[in-house]
């Protein structure tokens, strides 16, 4: 039985990633899409672009959230080009985007206990719990890092977007596992892993293979990173598979007011501060059996 969840995303190339992982692996009953990476219409386009190349037709894409609950919308189109998702040719979508909004699909899907996982900033999920939508089992997110961040010195960039989302979600009392920048910079898409997605030799593995190639330069140029790291398919393959990181409950914190931290995640490593775990937080992850997951579904 594999586990039934909503993927609430903002595709960008590793979001793209992510959907095709949940897709093939998982029970997946829902994309949602958030403003992010991108605008919400091009968020939204490029879940229905990836769907349509990948074959996903039997799963709703509703649209969510257009900016964040309290600030501007911040996007990252030096990291992911001006629609999101630059690199390959896409063909024209064929699949739809649902008419319900992402509140709304949600809350039809979550009539039954559902795993959550946000890949992109936490404002719909957050909408999700101000509205009362039950049946919530478990949150999964891409975000946060107990150290440094990537779009700010201290703050990731899933966080930085939306940190009052964020700090609603750290403090709803659901089980949270958080996978931030201690693992998904460990998720690198090196030359091995690209050749490995080439030799494949299908349409599907040509898209992934110019994505991948597009972020690899982004990440080079950006941040200097000899490879790119896919974030968001590890919070996917930590649902497939939980031991494919370690983990350990901590309490986090979300910083909303600090002068130079804004959007921190403020992890409590040492346990010094005696405030509870609220979120089990990824310290190690198994790459090679990560790399198996995420090449084995463009494969499948
Ligand atoms: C996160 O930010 C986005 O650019 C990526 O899609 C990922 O979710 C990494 O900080
Ligand atoms: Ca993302």
Redo the contacts with the bound molecule.
């Keep these: 039985m594999t586990t039934r969840v909503i993927l609430d995303c ?1 595709p ?1 190339h ?2 793209a990633l992510a959907i095709l992982l949940a897709a093939r692996r998982l029970d997946l009953r829902a994309i949602t899409t958030v403003a ?2 991108q605008t919400l219409a091009r968020t939204t386009l490029n879940a229905r672009r990836m769907c349509t190349v990948a074959g996903i037709t039997d799963v709703p894409i509703a649209a969510g959230a257009d900016q964040p609950l309290a600030q501007d919308p911040l996007h ?1 189109g030096e ?2 080009g001006e629609s999101g998702l630059d690199g390959p040719d896409f063909p024209p979508p064929t699949v739809d985007a649902d008419p319900r909004t992402a509140l709304q699909l949600a809350s039809d899907v979550l009539r039954e206990p559902t795993t959550v996982i946000a ?2 900033p936490l404002t719909n999920v957050a909408t999700f719990l101000q509205n009362g939508v039950g049946n919530i089992d478990r949150i999964v997110l ?1 975000g946060g890092s107990t150290g440094r961040g ?1 779009m700010a010195p201290l703050a ?3 966080i930085l977007a939306d940190p009052e989302a964020a700090d609603i979600v750290f403090r709803s009392g659901l089980p949270i596992t958080m996978c931030g ?1 201690d693992v ?1 910079h460990r998720a690198l898409a090196t030359p091995p892993v690209l050749r490995r997605i080439q030799q494949i030799g299908t349409p599907l593995a040509g898209i992934c293979h110019d994505l991948l190639t597009y972020f690899a330069d982004s990440y080079r140029a950006y941040f200097g990173f000899e490879s790119p790291p896919l ?2 398919p590890v919070a996917v393959a930590a649902v497939i598979d939980p031991t494919i990181i370690s983990a350990r409950p901590l309490n986090v914190e979300i910083e909303l007011t600090g002068t130079h931290t804004r959007g921190a995640t403020v992890v409590d490593l040492d346990r010094v501060t005696g405030r509870k775990p609220n979120a089990l937080v990824a310290t190690g992850l198994d790459v090679d059996r990560f790399w198996d997951l995420m090449i084995g579904a463009v494969e499948q």
């Design positions: 903002d960008g590793d979001d992010g990476n990252a990291i992911h890949t992109g891409m990537n990731e960039f899933n920048l998904t974030h968001d």
